[in-house]
T-cell receptor
Framework: QKEVEQNSGPLSVPEGAIASLNCTYS??????FFWYRQYSGKSPELIMS????GDKEDGRFTAQLNKASQYVSLLIRDSQPSDSATYLC???????????FGKGTHLIIQP | GAVVSQHPSRVICKSGTSVKIECRSL??????MFWYRQFPKQSLMLMATSNEGSKATYEQGVEKDKFLINHASLTLSTLTVTSAHPEDSSFYICSASAIQGGAGEQFFGPGTRLTVL
């Protein structure tokens, strides 16, 4: 069974600092990796996607993938209170595969 | 771009009734749509994958006769919860993928909160 593990938190980070979120996955055949942000009572919003080893940067967000270690991370620079949310790591086999989600990390940015 | 809508956003029904939820991709053609549900304090769990014009593929443990999925066009999929019971109360979220093959980013609808009394 495919599993995606995340630390549930809460992870508390001061405003302006870097927030670091981590995720491991069990299926070595996974091809596509995503970070979603979910506010309470709302549906997930896509933040980043990454498909190959290394780093991918988009604004204040950097996703990192290490397939050998089966590890994905998300860095949020210059954290803002509006970044406070639950961050979901999701993994798929690519193509038309559904996503396997972790339970999410609850991030709190302290003003 | 990549906007997905769902209707209704919230529904309350009596036990034993059926509820239909619509999922639409508004600005792209979705070759594949997915249905997830999320119980309180839990993560999203994939229920089924639907492709336009073919039968849905259900995840293990999801009853296909209880959760009827129809994907009649490239922009519309429906989920019908038949004979709903209180344990079916959950947040149902659809997603759509515009890419056939490839990496498959999914864009989520706003969700439907179902409460069965």
């Amino acid at each position: 069974q495919k599993e995606v593990e995340q630390n549930s938190g809460p992870l508390s980070v001061p405003e302006g600092a870097i927030a670091s979120l981590n995720c491991t996955y069990s299926d070595r055949g996974s091809q596509s990796f995503f970070w979603y942000r979910q506010y309470s009572g709302k549906s997930p919003e896509l933040i980043m996607s990454i498909y190959s080893n290394g780093d991918k940067e988009d604004g204040r967000f950097t996703a990192q993938l290490n397939k050998a270690s089966q590890y994905v991370s998300l860095l949020i620079r210059d954290s803002q209170p509006s970044d406070s949310a639950t961050y979901l790591c999701a993994v798929s086999g690519g193509g038309a595969d559904g996503l396997t989600f972790g339970k999410g990390t609850h991030l709190i940015i302290q003003p | 771009g990549a906007v997905v809508s769902q209707h209704p956003s919230r529904v309350i029904c009596k036990s034993g009734t059926s509820v239909k939820i619509e999922c639409r991709s508004l600005d792209f053609q979705a070759t594949t749509m997915f249905w997830y549900r999320q119980f309180p304090k839990q993560s999203l769990m994939l229920m089924a994958t639907s492709n336009e014009g073919s039968k849905a593929t259900y995840e293990q443990g999801v009853e296909k006769d209880k959760f009827l999925i129809n994907h009649a066009s490239l922009t519309l999929s429906t989920l019908t919860v038949t004979s709903a019971h209180p344990e079916d109360s959950s947040f149902y979220i659809c997603s759509a993928s515009a890419i056939q093959g490839g990496a498959g980013e999914q864009f989520f609808g706003p969700g439907t909160r179902l409460t069965v009394l």
